[in-house]
C-alpha cells in the first residue's frame, strides 16, 4: 500500500525556519518525481516545489522561490522541504503528492500544518 | 501565468446529475484532473487525462474537456459527494489548480 507520511509542522516567527519531511513507503520512491503542495486554511491549493528523479530537476513556485528547498533521499525514501524566511502568508496545509505517471497526482500525505505567526 | 476558473459553489438534488465547470484559455488542448477533497482530508484523485476513473473511483463520475471548458458530472449524486472539487492542469513546468467548487448535495 503506497503511503505518504509528513511531519515536521509546526508554530513558527516570521523570518523562521523549518523543515518538512515526507516519507514514503509502498512503492519504488526513486522511481517517481515528488511534489510539495499547500493549502491555506479555507482556501484553495497551490503547488510548492518539483523534484525529479536524482534531484536533476528542482522546480519552485514564485511565490517561495529562493526562500524554500526541496531534496530527497533515495535512501530513505524521503523528500524534505526546508523553509526559511518564513512569512505569514506561508501559513498552511503543506501535502507531499506522487505523480500518477501522467499529469495527475494519485497519492497524497494527510498534510502536516505550518503557522507562521509571532 | 495560466488561470483555471471554477465557480465557487455548486448545488444539486440527491439522484440529481452534477457538473462542476472548469474554465481556461485553451484548456482543451492540455489533460486535466479532478479532486475531491472532503473537510479535514486530504485531495483524492477522480478524474484524469481528462476524462479517466482511477481504480475505485465510482462510475458516476466523469469528465469532458473541450475548447476552453473542461467539466466534471456526477450522475445519480449521493450526500457522500458532497465536498469541493479541484481541476488541476499543466502549465510547461508548473502545476495550475481552480480556485475550487464547493458542492453541496441537498
Known amino acids: 500500500e503506497v503511503q505518504l507520511v509528513e511531519s515536521g509542522g509546526g508554530l513558527v516567527k516570521p523570518g523562521g525556519s523549518l523543515r518538512l519531511s515526507c516519507a514514503a513507503s509502498g512503492f519504488t520512491f526513486s522511481t517517481y518525481s515528488m511534489n510539495w503542495f499547500r493549502q491555506t486554511p479555507g482556501k484553495g491549493l497551490e503547488w510548492v516545489s518539483s523534484?525529479?528523479?536524482?534531484?536533476?530537476?528542482?522546480d519552485y513556485a514564485d511565490s517561495v522561490k529562493g526562500r524554500f528547498t526541496t531534496s530527497r533521499d533515495d535512501a530513505k525514501n524521503s523528500l524534505y522541504l526546508q523553509m526559511n524566511s518564513l512569512r505569514a502568508e506561508d501559513t498552511a496545509v503543506y501535502f507531499c503528492?506522487?505523480?500518477?505517471?501522467?499529469?495527475?497526482?494519485?497519492?497524497w500525505g494527510q498534510g502536516t500544518l505550518v503557522t507562521v505567526s509571532s | 501565468s495560466y488561470d483555471l476558473t471554477q465557480p465557487p459553489s455548486v448545488s444539486v438534488s440527491p439522484g440529481q446529475t452534477a457538473s462542476i465547470p472548469c474554465s481556461g484559455h485553451k484548456l482543451g488542448d492540455k489533460f486535466i484532473s479532478w479532486y475531491q477533497q472532503r473537510p479535514g482530508q486530504s485531495p483524492v484523485l477522480v478524474i484524469y487525462d481528462d476524462n479517466k476513473r482511477p481504480s475505485g473511483i465510482p462510475e458516476r463520475f466523469s469528465g469532458s474537456n473541450s475548447e476552453n471548458t473542461a467539466t466534471l458530472t456526477i450522475s445519480g449524486t449521493q450526500a457522500m459527494d458532497e465536498a469541493d472539487y479541484y481541476c488541476q492542469a499543466w502549465d510547461t513546468t508548473t502545476v495550475v489548480f481552480g480556485g475550487g467548487t464547493k458542492l453541496t448535495v441537498l
Open positions: 503528492a506522487r505523480p500518477s505517471g501522467g499529469e495527475s497526482f494519485d497519492y
Open positions: 523534484i525529479s528523479t536524482s534531484s536533476n530537476y528542482i
